[in-house]
């Protein structure tokens, strides 16, 4: 196992692969079953794993933790990951899944969310390779509310196909989903987002904002923005702003002197700093950077 | 690079010819601006006013059909943007562009980076100082640091932002395009302060405006009176009085002008070639 260096200094870690478990963090796993009862930060870390097809992750009743998921593989690969969310739980799960190989990704990953339940999804995809990626969210208890984050960054000529459902499936749920699309090279992008608002489930909210860059002429980037609702006492709304860089913005931070390469990498920063903003741990933090700052060299120094 | 500095400055605008989509906008103007002076530029709606400061900057959107700009001599309209800017001309934009997720602090910073030579590095600590001193001086508030640029600014702290990004910058030769618009009183003293306490031998300012209350508080040396693209006439403080009570007729009157429908004109948004 391959465990990243500053994991590898993480009182709390997690890290596994087919052979091999370490359980730093002392959590009650069995087989594929992973149970947090604690508070805390957790670190995962899932190298080359296929043992099983599906792990499961419980958050126990009225506990707050925050987990931090990295994935490595190395061949191509399906997988599913449930998270279950018991009473006046909260999860922030910040989710990076990262290929050696150029690989193909299959990825489900489920959240049932119980009364109260509250969880931020921090799903940083700077993913080498092709992926599909099926975002499930169950808001089964009266008040459960999620916020998902995306921040996707596409070079080469990857392909990444994500679905994400929100359901609201009970009264006063609230979700609001926000993309960060950057597509470069021959990157496509393909998002459908979905909000389902069932019947007599009054004073639910739920919101998508979607925006993204694109930063060659042969990339794509394509959003449905979707929203199924059958209930009439409820806030929703959706949007999407897809475009290429906005020359305004170009002109006016060449007009205080930095170069058009700066300027440019201002204006990604501007969509990648929002995200990366929002991570607590430091090196989390300088991992992602570096892998975002990597891909967009790469792009420099193919042009 | 060694400018020139204090009266040695020179900004000249010779015979400009200036066009948008085959609009010819600037029609044989000319102005000289010397280090330390301060010249207002005053004219009714669609005469070229702004049109005078993005040409001067570099707008990829207007392109010159004739004449020159020369800054301490030397031709600049083969400089590109960001060129025009490092050479020490600065554009006070009427309507300040928001960038989001770009925080005022790493903007400015990256603007000073630029202006610097490979030996030298940025003083963090000193920069620091500078930006709150000169927050401070605009009364913007704590926290303008993390503020995305210009995102959620009203319309008067947009502005007062672009006077902040000139202190820090020190231009050598700065174009204030209706930097009064938006502002209320107080704003605009505060405003016509802090400029005013930029002014020295190496710095030549640019005022464009509609109305006296700007120069009430900051002085100019030499005001001019633009109508149809080109500077018509140029006098000092009795101009500004003159139009303030009765208008822009009595200059057409006098020199003969006749009237040109001529409307504002609007920048969506501009090609990405500078």
Partial sequence: ?303 | MVFAGGINMTLEIKDLYVSIEDNLILKGLNLKVNGGETHAIMGPNGTGKSTLAQICMGHPSYKIESGDILLDGESIIDKTVDERSRLGLFLAMQNPIEVPGVTNFDFVKAAVQTRMSKDEHLRIGRFILKFEKASQDLKMGQGLAHRFLNQGFSGGEKKRNEILQMKMLNPRFAFLDEIDSGLDVDALKLVGQNVTELKSNDLGLVLITHYQRLLDYITPDFVHIMINGKIVKTGKDELIKRIDQEGYDWVKKELGIEEEDVKPYSLGVCPSKH
């Fill in chain 1, 1 to 303: 196992m391959k465990i990243l260096q500053f994991l590898k200094e993480k009182k709390t870690l997690v890290a596994f692969d087919n052979q091999q478990l370490i359980n730093n963090a002392k959590i009650k796993i069995k087989n594929n079953h992973l149970d947090f009862t604690k508070e805390n930060d957790y670190f995962v870390f899932i190298d080359n794993y296929d043992k099983y097809d599906k792990l499961s992750f419980n958050i126990e009743k009225d506990i707050n933790v925050r987990i931090y998921l990295i994935t490595y593989q190395n061949k191509n690969i399906k997988i599913e990951y449930d998270f279950v969310l018991n009473e006046s739980s909260k999860l922030e799960l910040f989710t990076n899944f990262n290929t050696r190989k150029n690989n193909d990704l299959d990825l489900k990953v489920n959240f049932e969310l119980s009364e109260n339940a509250y969880l931020k999804l921090m799903n940083a995809l700077v993913y080498n390779g092709n992926l599909n990626l099926l975002t499930r969210v169950n808001l089964n208890g009266k008040k459960a509310a999620c916020e998902l984050e995306v921040l996707n960054i596409g070079h080469q000529n990857n392909n990444f196909t994500v679905d994400q459902f929100v359901r609201h499936l009970n009264k006063s749920t609230v979700s609001n989903i926000n993309n960060s699309l950057i597509a470069n090279q021959m990157a496509k992008l393909n998002y459908s987002v979905s909000g389902f608002i069932a019947k007599g489930n009054e004073l639910s909210k739920a919101h998508q904002n979607n925006k993204g860059i694109m930063l060659s002429d042969k990339c794509e980037i394509e959003v449905e923005p979707k929203l199924f609702i059958d209930e009439y006492n409820v806030e929703a709304s959706h949007g999407a702003a897809i475009g290429q860089m906005d020359e305004m913005q170009l002109y006016y931070l060449l007009s205080r002197g930095l170069t058009e390469q700066e300027a440019r990498s201002l204006i990604i920063f501007g969509y990648t700093n929002p995200f990366l903003s929002m991570i607590e741990d430091k090196d989390i933090k300088r991992m992602l950077t570096s892998q975002i700052t990597k891909v967009m060299k790469e792009k420099a120094n193919n042009e």
